[in-house]
């Protein structure tokens, strides 16, 4: 996964990260503005237990970011419970887990709502794949004691697409 779950949670702890609407994703190469707005930051991060039970408690009670392997068959996800193995260590992107009921996960994507159903898709509970369908019980991360804030972008002369924040 570009930039892994672990090392954007540690971003985060270490100054916050603007709302998007604060400062929106442009798809264009350009540099990081500095700016002060609503934002997010956490204490800290724990990682989830490889094991559906666990992932079932940690979702009950918050969102869980999870790293998945989205090969050819998720990219062109449009409906219906997704069951797709995958070998452990290829996870090549991150998403949001916001649910579960008897037999599937329901995750949100970041690639806009015209991908599967309007940003979300669902995927298969209790895959005979022990990482689960699309490896989604291998690199589960909670953000512990997320609060919103006043935070800063920070600025450098590094090229950038979204929003960084300062650093320590």
């Given at each position: 996964?570009?930039?892994?779950?672990?090392?954007?949670f540690d971003f985060v702890m270490r100054g916050g990260v603007v709302l998007e609407s604060a400062y929106?994703?442009?798809?264009?190469?350009?540099f990081c503005q500095d700016i002060k707005a609503k934002g997010l930051t956490i204490e800290g991060w724990?990682?989830?237990?490889?094991?559906?039970?666990?992932?079932?408690?940690?979702?009950?009670?918050?969102?869980?970011?999870?790293?998945?392997?989205?090969?050819?068959?998720?990219?062109?996800?449009?409906?219906?419970?997704?069951?797709?193995?995958?070998?452990?260590?290829?996870?090549?992107?991150?998403?949001?887990?916001?649910?579960?009921?008897?037999?599937?996960?329901?995750?949100?994507?970041?690639?806009?709502?015209?991908?599967?159903?309007?940003g979300a898709c669902r995927i298969l509970r209790k895959s005979p794949n022990s990482d689960g369908s699309?490896?989604?019980?291998?690199?589960?991360?909670?953000?512990?004691?997320?609060?919103?804030?006043?935070?800063?972008?920070?600025?450098?002369?590094?090229?950038?697409?979204?929003?960084?924040?300062?650093?320590?």
């Amino acid at each position: 996964m570009g930039g892994t779950i672990p090392k954007v949670f540690d971003f985060v702890m270490r100054g916050g990260v603007v709302l998007e609407s604060a400062y929106p994703y442009t798809g264009k190469r350009g540099f990081c503005q500095d700016i002060k707005a609503k934002g997010l930051t956490i204490e800290g991060w724990a990682q989830v237990a490889p094991a559906e039970e666990a992932l079932m408690y940690a979702v009950a009670h918050q969102p869980v970011a999870v790293g998945v392997a989205a090969g050819i068959e998720f990219e062109n996800y449009q409906y219906g419970v997704m069951n797709v193995p995958v070998d452990h260590g290829i996870l090549n992107h991150a998403m949001l887990l916001i649910g579960y009921n008897a037999t599937s996960w329901l995750l949100l994507n970041s690639w806009s709502e015209a991908w599967g159903i309007k940003g979300a898709c669902r995927i298969l509970r209790k895959s005979p794949n022990s990482d689960g369908s699309i490896g989604i019980l291998s690199r589960a991360y909670l953000p512990l004691n997320p609060s919103f804030t006043t935070v800063r972008t920070r600025t450098e002369s590094c090229p950038c697409y979204w929003s960084r924040t300062k650093s320590p």
